[in-house]
């Protein structure tokens, strides 16, 4: 994870991280926690409206019912 630490948006990307899960190691490392999520069929965080990332359901099927 050393080249990760690395990442030259990282202040960037970590004032626009609406993710609630306090204890993600990949808040700020969009490029992680875009694999990590679609590795396990969901979205990451930003791609939902706050109201529904506080419930953790990061599903595809969620995302599509938010923008319907």
Do not use: W
Request: glycine share 2%; hydrophobic share 25%; net charge positive.
């Amino acid at each position: 994870m050393a080249a990760i630490k690395e990442c030259k948006n990282f202040r960037e990307n970590m004032e626009r991280c609406n993710c609630t899960y306090e204890p993600c190691s990949r808040k700020g490392y969009c490029c992680e926690c875009l694999h990590y999520h679609r590795s396990h069929g969901q979205l990451p965080a930003c791609f939902f409206p706050p109201e529904v990332e506080r419930t953790y359901d990061r599903s595809v099927e969620r995302f599509l019912a938010t923008r319907s």
